[in-house]
């Protein structure tokens, strides 16, 4: 039995498993943005996040432990350029999954796993609308103060 076994085993090897997350792990480092089904996306939050740390220690020791998981000189070198320079200052959460709509064929629960640092639209999203905030207190204490002003100014 199971009981309190929360390691998602995906139904597949020891040996399949650690391969598909490796190949999706640097699939996401590369492209930054890969759809996949909600439990893979899950599971590959697990596995990657920890190497995403250890990426921004620059040392000879955590390159050879990261290449070790992702056994890919591409993704390790972009993991340890790009990536951890835009991740150095966050202290965790460098991933984001959404949900999409069901997969057509076997009604599979899709998502997308991000890198949360590299989506551009949604950064600039955020920095708009709390520029551009306004309240009505505000509005309503200018006004009372303009007449004053040109009050003071008519019996003048």
Same mark, same amino acid.
């Given at each position: 039995?199971?009981?309190?076994?929360?390691?998602?085993?995906?139904?597949?090897?020891?040996?399949?498993?650690?391969?598909?997350?490796?190949?999706?792990?640097?699939?996401?480092?590369?492209?930054?943005?890969?759809?996949?089904?909600?439990?893979?996306?899950?599971?590959?939050?697990?596995?990657?996040?920890?190497?995403?740390?250890?990426?921004?220690?620059?040392?000879?020791?955590?390159?050879?432990?990261?290449?070790?998981?992702?056994?890919?000189?591409?993704?390790?070198? !972009?993991?340890?350029?790009?990536?951890?320079?835009?991740?150095?200052?966050?202290?965790?959460?460098?991933?984001?999954?959404?949900?999409?709509?069901?997969?057509?064929?076997?009604?599979?629960?899709?998502?997308?796993? !991000?890198?949360?640092?590299?989506?551009?639209?949604?950064?600039?999203?955020?920095?708009?609308?709390?520029?551009?905030?306004?309240?009505?207190?505000?509005?309503?204490?200018?006004?009372?103060?303009?007449?004053?002003? !040109?009050?003071?100014?008519? !019996?003048?």
């Amino acid at each position: 039995m199971r009981h309190g076994k929360t390691f998602n085993h995906l139904g597949r090897t020891a040996t399949h498993r650690k391969s598909l997350l490796s190949n999706m792990a640097s699939s996401l480092i590369l492209h930054k943005r890969i759809t996949t089904t909600t439990a893979k996306a899950k599971a590959l939050r697990k596995y990657v996040e920890p190497l995403i740390t250890k990426a921004k220690d620059d040392s000879t020791h955590s390159r050879r432990v990261v290449f070790s998981y992702l056994k890919s000189k591409e993704s390790t070198s !972009e993991l340890f350029g790009a990536v951890a320079q835009k991740i150095a200052d966050r202290p965790g959460g460098y991933t984001r999954i959404l949900k999409l709509m069901n997969r057509k064929g076997d009604n599979a629960e899709m998502a997308i796993i !991000e890198l949360v640092d590299f989506n551009e639209n949604l950064l600039k999203d955020t920095s708009t609308k709390t520029s551009t905030k306004r309240t009505r207190r505000g509005k309503k204490t200018a006004a009372p103060a303009e007449a004053a002003v !040109e009050a003071t100014t008519e !019996e003048a």
